[in-house]
């Protein structure tokens, strides 16, 4: 038994059937402990990709192209990435 411990269960475990989504508790019942996970972390644009984005932002701005500029608003978001880098001829 853990020294700091107060009860014989320290809630180092919960068992699967008391595990509730937010708005199925009384965030004012004093007998309830709510924990909330905080959600996944976009991992955030590269050097690259944010260069990219923000030329497509000022050209789809400067050119009155909305669409160029949502693709780079996207790109910067990290909805989207950059396409590949097309290398060699382009005729088959």
Known sequence: MNAASTSPDDGAHIPAD???NPSEVDRNDPNINVVEIPAEKKQSPSFKEQVFGYAKVIRGTALG???VKEQGEQVLRGEETI???RRGS???
Do not use: F, G
Request: no cysteine.
């Open 18 to 20: 008391q595990i509730r």
């Open 65 to 67: 192209k909305s669409d």
């Open 83 to 85: 396409p590949a880098k």
């Open 90 to 92: 382009t005729s088959n």
